[in-house]
């Protein structure tokens, strides 16, 4: 069976400091695997990862795929209130599949 | 360019009770998603459009729900009879070509009493 395992389930914080979010899968054909922010409702985009591009970076936020470990961390520098949201792992396989994982709820306190 | 856009944004209404959720998707994208996301878990594919034809729907209940693709632009998704276990926010995404993300609508949260 698909799955898609991401931790920790919840994480607090203070302003300005470093989180690690991790996300797990095991999926049949894997193609590429994303990560969305969900603030309220609508997930946004953030980053996608392939065979072909393993890391990402945007500001403050980077990611990284490990294929040999199945796995990929969502790191989140220098940490702000506007960064607290649920952050969605999913993974796409061949089939063109999408699924997610359960998410992390980030809290930044200031 | 203008993001997916879903109406309503809030539905609220009793059990065995019919509701229908409407989705416009980024200009250009040919394939629709609809998702159900039941509070602390991830979104769930309910079905998938490629321009007006049904790609997925393994996932769809379809004893009371359907979704229509007519013209291969916006789309409808129906519950009909609603149940309690129904409540949930129904997320719409688009994508453009295949292997390209989805983009994802504001939602609509739906309350069944």
């Known amino acids: 069976e698909d799955k898609v395992v991401q931790s920790p389930l919840s994480l607090v914080v203070h302003e300005g400091d470093t989180v690690t979010l991790n996300c797990s899968y095991e999926?049949?054909?894997?193609?590429?695997l994303l990560w969305y922010k969900q603030e309220k409702k609508a997930p946004t985009f953030l980053f996608m990862l392939?065979?072909?591009?393993i890391e990402k970076k945007s500001g403050r936020l980077s990611s990284i795929l490990d294929k040999k470990e199945l796995s990929s961390i969502l790191n989140i520098t220098a940490t702000q209130t506007g960064d607290s949201a649920i952050y969605l792992c999913?993974?796409?396989?061949?089939?063109?599949?999408?699924?997610f994982g359960t998410g992390t709820r980030l809290t930044v306190i200031p | 360019e203008a993001g997916v856009a879903q109406s309503p944004r809030y539905k609220i209404i009793e059990k065995r009770q019919s509701v229908a959720f409407w989705c416009n998707p980024i200009?250009?994208?040919?394939?629709l998603y609809w998702y159900q996301q039941i509070l602390g878990q991830g979104p769930k594919l309910l079905i998938q459009?490629?321009?007006?034809?049904?790609?997925?729907d393994s996932q769809l209940p379809k004893d009371r729900f359907s979704a229509e693709r007519l013209k291969g632009v916006d789309s409808t998704l129906k519950i009909q009879p609603a149940k309690l276990e129904d409540s949930a926010v129904y997320l719409c995404?688009?994508?453009?070509?295949?292997?390209?993300?989805?983009?994802f609508g504001p939602g609509t949260r739906l309350l069944v009493l």
């Open positions: 995404a688009s994508s453009a070509p295949v292997g390209a993300p989805r983009y």
């Open positions: 459009f490629q321009n007006n034809g049904v790609v997925d």
């Open positions: 999913a993974v796409e396989t061949g089939a063109n599949n999408l699924f």
């Open positions: 392939t065979s072909s591009g």
């Open positions: 999926v049949t054909n894997f193609r590429s």
């Open positions: 200009s250009g994208h040919a394939t």
